[in-house]
């Protein structure tokens, strides 16, 4: 009976393996691959922080769907640039985007005028639902620093070591404020408790206007956000807005839970401590 029950568990042994093997080869062979971001398939470094922006192209059946992908602006341009600046909703589908709205100079049409950037004439080059990737992120981030996760680039440490020099404006005359103030988010509240979670405002504000996080996401104000929880930040709420589908995903659980991790008390130094506190 038991070496039927371990012949068992090594067929789902072998079928999962085998199943996530698969899986893994699907997503890391890039031809064939279209630029859908999709949480529930494994994430592909050439697709991770593409956004399918298809709110005027749903219904019609006459162009593609357009796919944004951050990582070729993200290298070029802070956040703040197209978030605030032109005013892009922090969210897909939230901003109502349209050709003549381009044509006028607006939202896209800041940056692509020919200038700044590819005129909007080539409609494949934007509206490439479906097609098979040209721009390859694995081509372009061999000298950026390297990282597990996302896109494959640590973005922070890009920035910091000059690699990248994201433009504060279109016209890139502006500088970014960086806030230099790191805030520690405490854990404790659940049981068993992970290690606290360290803010570091510097990273955020080198891409970020302040207005993108307050009062829209968070509290501005220390412990101003109890609700906020992993189930909710998963579901996209709170750090969620941006560290699930752009900003490095939150699979690396101890970028943010960095602080050192709590120490169980051991059971024998309670009965000694109980026993000194009866004498």
């Known amino acids: 009976m038991r070496s039927i029950r371990f012949m068992g568990l090594l067929a789902i042994l072998a079928l999962s393996i085998g199943t996530g093997f698969f899986f893994y080869q699907w997503a890391q062979a890039g031809t064939g691959m279209t630029w859908e971001t999709d949480l529930r398939k494994p994430k592909n470094p050439d697709t991770y922080g593409n956004v399918v922006i298809s709110r005027n ?4 059946g006459v162009m593609k769907p357009v796919v944004f992908p951050h990582w070729v602006h993200r290298a070029k341009f ?3 640039v197209c978030h605030t600046d032109i005013g892009f909703a922090l969210k897909s589908g939230g901003t109502d985007i349209t050709m003549a709205q381009i044509q006028e100079g607006k ?4 940056c692509h005028n020919g200038q700044i950037a590819f005129e909007p004439i080539d409609c494949d080059k934007c509206h490439s639902y479906g097609l098979p990737q040209e721009r390859k992120i694995s081509e372009r981030i ?10 494959k680039v640590d973005w922070v440490k890009a920035i910091e070591k000059g690699a990248i020099k994201p433009a504060a404006s279109p016209d890139g005359k502006d500088e970014m404020t960086g806030f230099d103030m790191d805030v520690i988010i405490p854990t404790t509240k659940f049981k068993p408790s992970p290690p606290d979670v360290k803010f570091p405002h ?3 504000t080198e891409l970020l206007d302040c207005s993108s996080c307050h009062d829209s996401i968070f509290n501005q104000q220390a412990g101003g956000n109890p609700e906020m929880n992993m189930m909710k930040i998963i579901s996209g709420q709170y750090c969620g807005v941006c560290h699930l589908k752009v900003a490095f995903p939150i699979d690396d659980c101890f970028r943010c839970h960095s602080q050192p991790a709590p120490v169980a008390k051991d059971p024998d130094e309670k009965k000694d401590d109980k026993a000194t506190d009866k004498k």
Do not use: I, Q, V, W
């Open 57 to 60: 192209t749903r219904e019609s």
């Open 78 to 80: 802070a956040c703040k």
């Open 107 to 110: 939202l896209c049409g800041t």
């Open 142 to 151: 061999k000298d950026l620093p390297p990282d597990f996760f996302g896109n």
């Open 202 to 204: 510097k990273a955020h």
